[in-house]
């Protein structure tokens, strides 16, 4: 597989992502810990059968366990850190703050070996940022409070979390991907026990409901994350770490195809953003 060929594929899990707000909020009521639950145990399940029907189970049992601790650390925290962020400060500045970690990807990206980070790379991450902030700010009307101070953090630590599991996961490449499905299910185990400590059980209340949250288990929550691996461990990194920041415009744009958003021009405005800085990015690659 080429360089091109993985970045390409990794690309895919932002496509994915997009319709996480989409399946999120068709997933109401379920508390967070519980979706975790369900999803996880959607994706890892599919994935495991998936290993076993291609004959990849030999190659699990080579994994050592801190590799299965790191991944599983990596899907289980940013996850309970991200959904305890909103849950604990507004949804667009909390949102905003966890958004860093495209930008953090690019930025670490500069101390693995073989990679050299250029000035078209980070001038791309913060036009990204800068195009996330337009949507994700866009409907905010009380800006950042120092009452909301702990979920502001919370939402920092879910940044640096998922910028540093992708980022490590480049030292992991002979890791075989089919190990994400073992990181997925160990994510549901820890969100099940968690959810029993800490949150009322209460399932989709509808067809719409549990559809929803199928689609999280088998996209978002389920794919996304095997062909991320791909992608961050064999591709362009600092590519994907600034073509990620169209997942919140992608997102944006399916809430409106659904009903849920309008357009506006600050959705014009991200669009050149995000693409101006993926192409700066792409260009400085390319460069190299």
């Known amino acids: 597989m080429t360089r091109t060929q993985a970045t390409s594929i990794g690309f895919l899990a932002v496509l994915l992502w997009s319709l996480l707000a989409l399946f999120t909020v068709g997933s ?19 994935g495991l059968i998936w290993t076993w029907a291609s004959g990849g189970l030999r190659q699990l049992r080579s ?25 604990m400060a507004p949804a667009a500045e909390a949102g905003l703050i966890a958004y860093l970690w495209p930008l953090l990807i690019v930025l670490f990206s500069g101390l693995l070996p073989g990679e050299h980070l250029r000035i078209g790379h980070l001038i791309g ?9 337009v949507i994700i700010a866009g409907g905010s009307s009380t800006g950042f409070q120092a ?10 630590l879910c940044a640096l979390t998922w910028s540093g599991y992708s ?7 002979h890791t075989p991907t089919s190990s994400v499905a073992v990181f997925c299910i160990a994510t549901a185990i820890a969100s099940g026990a968690l959810h029993l400590t800490l949150e009322e059980t209460i399932w989709p209340d509808s067809g719409y409901g549990w559809a929803s949250v199928v689609a999280l288990g088998l996209g978002p929550v389920g794919l996304a994350f095997n062909v991320w691996d791909i992608g961050v461990k064999q591709g362009d ?41 993926a192409a700066l990015a792409a260009r400085a690659s390319l460069r190299r």
């Open 167 to 173: 980022v490590l996961s480049r030292r992991l490449g």
């Open 237 to 277: 990194i600092q590519i994907l770490g600034t073509a990620s920041y169209a997942a919140p415009l992608l997102s944006t744009l399916a809430l409106v195809v659904a009903g849920i958003a309008t357009p506006s021009w600050g959705l014009a405005i991200a669009a050149v953003l995000v693409t101006g800085g």
């Open 147 to 156: 009452a909301y101070l702990p979920g502001y953090g919370l939402a920092l």
């Open 125 to 133: 991450a913060c036009l990204g940022f800068t195009g996330a902030a």
């Open 63 to 87: 994994v050592g366990w801190r590799t299965y601790l790191f991944g599983t650390v990596g899907l289980f925290g940013y996850h309970a850190l991200y959904f305890s962020a909103l849950r």
């Open 28 to 46: 109401t009521p379920t508390p967070p810990l519980l979706l975790n639950t369900i999803c996880f145990s959607i994706g890892g399940t599919l």
